[in-house]
């Protein structure tokens, strides 16, 4: 049992900001990557921005230099600050990580549930 739990989004005006948080927990040894995706309707689920255990991170061209991914080891927590909002921002966006597991060899991935963003003109 792992899992992520996603909070923070919301509606908000063009321009604006928002801070997603995801949560891993349950039966976890290392998490190799957490990462955000985020799914418009009638679209495809796309990368917003990826973060090794190692912090190195990525962003899609679409959001670079208005979106930053960052991560607490300690809580097992990915964060996406979220800046300069635009329309075409509102979509799902979904948490996703690759997990190691106590209880069984290998490495798993793992998506949250989402939570929705909307921004608005």
């Known amino acids: 049992q792992v899992q992520l739990v996603e909070s923070g989004g919301g509606l908000v005006q063009a321009g604006g900001s928002l801070r997603l948080s995801c949560a891993a927990s349950?039966?976890?040894?290392?998490?190799?990557?957490m990462a955000w995706y985020r799914q418009a309707p009638g679209k495809q689920r796309e990368m917003v921005a990826t973060?090794?255990?190692?912090?190195?991170?990525n962003c899609a061209d679409s959001v670079k230099g208005r979106f930053n991914i960052s991560r607490d080891n300690a809580k097992n927590t990915v964060y996406l600050q979220m800046n300069s909002l635009k329309p075409e921002d509102t979509a799902v966006y979904y948490c996703?990580?690759?997990?190691?597991?106590?209880?069984?060899?290998?490495?798993?991935?793992?998506w949250g549930q989402g939570t929705q963003v909307t921004v608005s003109s």
């Open positions: 973060i090794t255990g190692g912090g190195t991170t």
């Open positions: 349950g039966n976890i040894f290392n998490i190799n990557l």
């Open positions: 996703y990580a690759i997990v190691q597991r106590l209880d069984i060899m290998g490495s798993y991935q793992y």
